[in-house]
């Protein structure tokens, strides 16, 4: 026989949390317009100019005329809503310890991140060798890459 009955339950002070894969557009995300959205199928007018010109400084010569700038305007339109609604019980809240609410939040920014991410990147599919040998990824450019917007706001 023995006594089971005697050994302690240990409970750990820290939480084991999830190892996430990092994200990349979620990152590089312009989050400008924010303020400027209210609500799901909203539009944003960005304006915009043309790239300045720049030429060759050579001394004691003449500079080329000023140019005229131009300008360009881009829609942005939210087309896209993601969301999050999870709860921590009063009483678990001042019973838990580790506390939870901060491992949750961190958890729940990461899948909304995660969201973007797959959202925003569809690449072109690998292109394929003559000879059969496995496909290649073509280098990321604007025209191979689809891009959506999506608003991302607590409710």
Known sequence: ????????????????????????????ANRDYEGEIGALGDTVKINSIGRV??????KNTDISAAETLTDAQT????????????????IDKVQTKPKVMDAAMRDAGWGVADAIDVLWFVPTPPVRKASGARGVWPCLTAENLNFKEIHLAPQ
């Open 75 to 90: 829609t942005l339109t939210i087309d896209t809503a993601k969301y999050f609604n999870f709860q921590v019980d009063d």
């Open 1 to 28: 026989m023995t006594l089971s009955n005697f050994i302690p339950n240990v409970w750990s002070a820290r939480l084991l949390e999830t190892l996430n894969k990092a994200h990349v557009y979620a990152n590089l």
């Open 53 to 58: 010109t720049i030429g060759a400084y050579t």
